[in-house]
Antibody, heavy 127, light 107 residues
């Protein structure tokens, strides 16, 4: 079955760096776009970044652009998020999620959805 | 960015009740709308994609409707395992955005 397991979180000081990893299993990793999504304490979900299946295309939320870098190693079935210049407002549980395109027969359009998520990994930015 | 507004932010209901959650998009997102269920300590789960399509394995008591700017998630005959927080999410344009969530609590 599909499994996504995040690791690498923890406590870091403002301005510091951290690298999150997500180990994938149970599916052909290189076929799928992947994303990072976060949830600050007591808040809702916020999409952070995604990467194409080959790794050639990436996209970021404005709140992390220029500070975070998403990457992947298809041979090792792993997704990464390098987080630099961390701020208190980056404190959150970070989820990796698989992106799947679904075909809607009613409208004839392809619609992306996050069909599998990891359990999440807490990142705390505090002095 | 596309704004997603969910209401109510929380509701209390009893087992067996029918529950309806509303999600409003600004501007229109046609049917590029997904619904997720989140329980404490667990990975979020996809319930509905493309506004009205039930994800495989999701019970038939869940249904979604709507298009354009107004969408609803309905749960008929609420079960104990349905007490959770529900989020809508648009995949019409980047950055993909979520509603602020609706917490369904036991009355």
């Amino acid at each position: 079955q599909v499994q996504l397991v995040e690791s690498g979180g923890g406590l870091v000081k403002p301005g510091g760096s951290l690298r999150l990893s997500c180990a994938a299993s149970g599916f052909n990793f290189s076929d799928h776009y992947m994303s990072w999504i976060r949830q600050a304490p007591g808040k809702g979900l916020e999409w952070v970044s995604h990467i194409s299946n080959s790794g050639s295309s990436t996209s970021y939320a404005d709140s992390v652009k220029g500070r975070f870098t998403i990457s992947r190693d298809n041979a090792k079935k792993s997704l990464f998020l390098q987080m630099n210049s961390l701020r208190a407002e980056d404190t959150a549980v970070y989820y990796c999620a698989r992106l799947k395109p679904y075909y809607d027969f009613l409208t004839g359009s392809w619609i992306d959805a996050f069909d599998y998520w990891g359990q999440g990994n807490l990142v705390t930015v505090s002095s | 960015d596309i704004q997603m507004t969910q209401f109510p932010s929380s509701l209390s209901a009893s087992v067996g009740d029918r529950v309806t959650i509303t999600c409003r998009a600004s501007p229109s997102i046609t049917n590029y709308l997904n619904w997720y269920q989140e329980k404490p300590g667990k990975a979020p789960k996809l319930l509905i994609f493309a506004a009205s399509n039930l994800q495989s394995g999701v019970p038939l008591r869940f249904s979604g409707s709507g298009s354009g700017t107004d969408f609803t998630l309905s749960i008929i005959s609420l079960q104990p395992e349905d007490f959770a927080t529900y989020y809508c999410q648009q995949s019409y344009s980047s950055p993909w955005t979520f509603g602020q969530g609706t917490k369904v609590e036991i009355k």
